[in-house]
């Protein structure tokens, strides 16, 4: 048996995807463990490219099949749209399998969702607006709606019915909502077209439920192997991450663990996967963030937009502190590096090996839990030399320029762990494996 983990080891869009598709052809079983389409996964593979947004990133293997566990939030029509569009490139999707106990995002979540941030202001956090957060907020509180309802027509409408006051009681706390979104608000809150809307959606998606934990538990007896697939990275987690910057939910192994549903003490084995440079998508500090022309190569170079929005990603050199620090929280066996080859061309490459505050001088060697402190300080970097080759047709170690190698092993370095896998490409085959 074999359970491996993938996590993102920074802000996110680090290339998770593209590493569960490249293991999932020797895998049995791949579980999406959290979040929602709020953030997506691109793949490039032999079938085309593909941007999944719910879809475990095994989907295209067809011998591998690939759960939505109980730890993620789930919006059926979106769903359905995705496997539509799966369909329409030639996948059945019929080794896609849902678990009944996942909860769903609702119309008004994504409403309340777009309400908050309005309410915010200047102090937005940047979310997607795709109502993740209100559906967490609701599993927490125990008033959910679960997939297992789903598929309980009457079941459904009876928990629709006893939420949908309680959401036109706080939309009429937002001042001002009622008139300038009362369009969005009727949509959100009309009961019988909700109903009709998710029902439809439901019987499409009925034949994909499952008992998640008996489907895994299964697989764990047969001794099966296992990817949990991660979304978003340790610097959102909701616990660990730059609060209140963060996910609603824990992309780490031990949200892995209760996402999927099977014991922690089952994964053998952790992957974390970190981008060669660094990324943002959403508010919040990013010491290294460039507003410079090399911000804007990494990002023109690396088509740094998000998979599930299109927004511009925030660019910035590789921060090994923050890397360090989910290395700590997460306990790697070894490190994934993607998208090497963005950093082809440059003559300087710099790496932010510590903060340092310029209020007192004082360096800091790991991430502070407030905010206002994170905010202000500045990164400490140290200069290597490119290599101002191409990386995208190396297949070997060996392949590589000196000064590409030097680089990822000065990472290896301040990470204090192994960098098992290098990838210069989005290809299945522009992965090297050391």
Not at 223 to 241: A, C, K, P, V, Y
Not at 243 to 250: I, R
Not at 298 to 321: F, H, K, M, N, Q
Not at 384 to 390: M, T, V, Y
Request: with cysteine.
């Amino acid at each position: 048996m074999s359970v491996i983990a993938i996590v993102g080891a920074q802000w996110g869009d680090e290339g998770k995807g593209r590493v569960v598709d490249y293991l999932a052809d020797e895998a049995d079983l791949v579980i999406r463990y959290g979040g929602g389409n709020n953030a997506g996964h691109t793949v490039v593979n032999p079938h085309g490219h593909f941007k999944l947004h719910l879809i475990p990133s095994g989907i295209f293997h067809p011998g591998t099949k690939n759960l939505l566990g109980n730890g993620v939030v789930i919006n059926p029509p979106a769903l359905v749209s995705e496997l539509d569009d799966l369909l329409g490139a030639g996948f059945d999707g019929e080794n896609l399998f849902i678990s009944d106990r996942a909860h769903l995002v609702m119309p008004y979540h994504v409403l309340l969702d777009q309400l908050e941030e309005r309410e915010r202001g200047a102090n937005k956090l940047g979310t997607t607006s795709r109502g993740i957060g209100p559906a967490y907020v609701d599993k927490v509180a125990r008033r959910g709606i679960r997939v297992v309802d789903l598929v309980e027509p009457e079941t459904f409408r009876a928990r629709l019915a006893a939420t949908v006051p309680r959401i036109r009681r706080i939309v009429a706390g937002y001042p001002g909502a009622e008139d300038e979104m009362a369009a969005e608000i009727a949509e959100a809150t009309d009961e019988d077209g909700i109903a009709d809307a998710y029902l439809a959606a439901g019987a499409r998606l009925a034949r994909h439920v499952v008992d998640g934990q008996t489907l895994v538990d299964e697989a764990l007896v047969r001794g099966d192997r296992i990817l949990l697939e991660g979304q978003l990275g340790t610097m959102r987690d909701l616990d660990w991450g730059i609060y209140p910057y963060v996910t609603s939910s824990s992309p780490i192994p031990g949200g892995a663990s209760l996402g999927a549903g099977l014991p922690a003490v089952a994964i053998d084995r952790v992957l974390g996967v970190a981008k060669a440079y660094t990324t943002a998508v959403g508010a919040g500090p990013l010491p290294t963030e460039l507003e410079d022309a090399d911000g804007e190569a990494l990002r023109e170079r690396g088509i740094e937009y998000g998979t599930s929005t299109g927004r511009a990603r925030r660019c910035g050199w590789y921060d090994a502190v923050a890397v360090r620090f989910s290395v700590r929280l997460a306990g790697y066996s070894s490190i994934a590096l993607t998208k090497l080859d963005v950093l082809d061309g440059f003559d300087r490459i710099l790496i932010a090996r510590a903060y340092r505050d310029p209020a007192d001088g004082r360096e800091w060697s790991t991430v502070p839990a407030s905010t206002s402190v994170y905010e202000r300080l500045e990164p400490v970097y140290e200069a290597l030399s490119g290599w101002q080759a191409d990386t995208t047709a190396c297949r070997s170690w060996a392949d590589l320029p000196a000064a590409a190698r030097t680089y990822v092993e000065r990472l290896e370095e301040l990470a204090s762990v192994p960098i098992s896998h290098v990838s210069v490409g989005p290809e299945r085959a522009q992965m090297i494996v050391r």
